[in-house]
T-cell receptor, first 119, second 114 residues
């Protein structure tokens, strides 16, 4: 089945530093990947849509200069949290659509998530 | 605009009892509907999906859901709850075709009492 990995699975950093999170589709190509943020006991909030070879599309209220997204290949998207602060602490989840397999079904395959803690 | 509403942020059932998690959707066009399960500190796993074929959809782990257009509902059920079913469940909606974004409900935490 379609597998999506994320690295790291958890990270602790100091306030003011930048953190990069990787999202990889392991056995399929994904032109489109999505980045979500999930606060404790809440649902997933879409942050941005990552498009291979083009700029990401950010949801309203999401700072694009704060959350840098790079979709460098058909199997890799990265989210960089720049100048992280404690309020950026959250669970970040990516998902990817199989370019071939899902057709019009719009099924997303989710990564295991990355727990970011900013001290 | 599309949206889903999950009634009840917490549901408790006894082991062996019926599980019923409610989801109502709002969509101006025929929707695609999904149920996902999330275990603590993990990503989402697809339980089942409705994509305009059969209205009764069977998924993994004994779960099923029925698409009812007249009620704009897509409730998730399982005849007999198991301890391992304790998790957070999310209903989600999108449109058919293309690369439309998925909108998630607020989630329902299922507790199974031994």
């Amino acid at each position: 089945g379609a597998v999506v990995s994320q690295h790291p699975s958890w990270v602790i950093c100091k306030s003011g530093t930048s953190v990069k999170i990787e999202c990889r589709s392991l056995d399929f190509q994904a032109t489109t990947m999505f980045w979500y943020r999930q606060f404790p006991k809440q649902s997933l909030m879409l942050m941005a849509t990552s498009n291979e070879g083009s700029k990401a599309t950010y949801e309203q209220g999401v700072e694009k200069d704060k959350f840098l997204i790079n979709h460098a290949s058909l199997t890799l998207s990265t989210l960089t949290v720049t100048s992280a602060h404690p309020e950026d602490s959250s669970f970040y989840i990516c998902s990817a659509r199989d370019d071939v397999g899902t057709g019009g079904n719009n099924e997303q395959f989710f990564g295991p998530g990355t727990r970011l803690t900013v001290l | 605009a599309q949206s889903v509403t999950q009634l009840g942020s917490h549901v408790s059932v006894s082991e062996g009892a019926l599980v019923l998690l409610r989801c109502n959707y709002s969509s101006s066009v025929p929707p695609y509907l999904f149920w996902y399960v999330q275990y603590p500190n993990q990503g989402l796993q697809l339980l089942l999906k409705y994509t305009s074929a059969a209205t009764l959809v069977k998924g993994i782990n004994g779960f099923e859901a029925e698409f009812k257009k007249s009620e704009t509902s897509f409730h998730l059920t399982k005849p007999s709850a198991h301890m391992s079913d304790a998790a957070e469940y999310f209903c989600a909606v999108t449109f058919s075709g293309g690369y439309q974004k998925v909108t998630f409900g607020t989630g329902t935490k299922l507790q199974v009492i031994p």
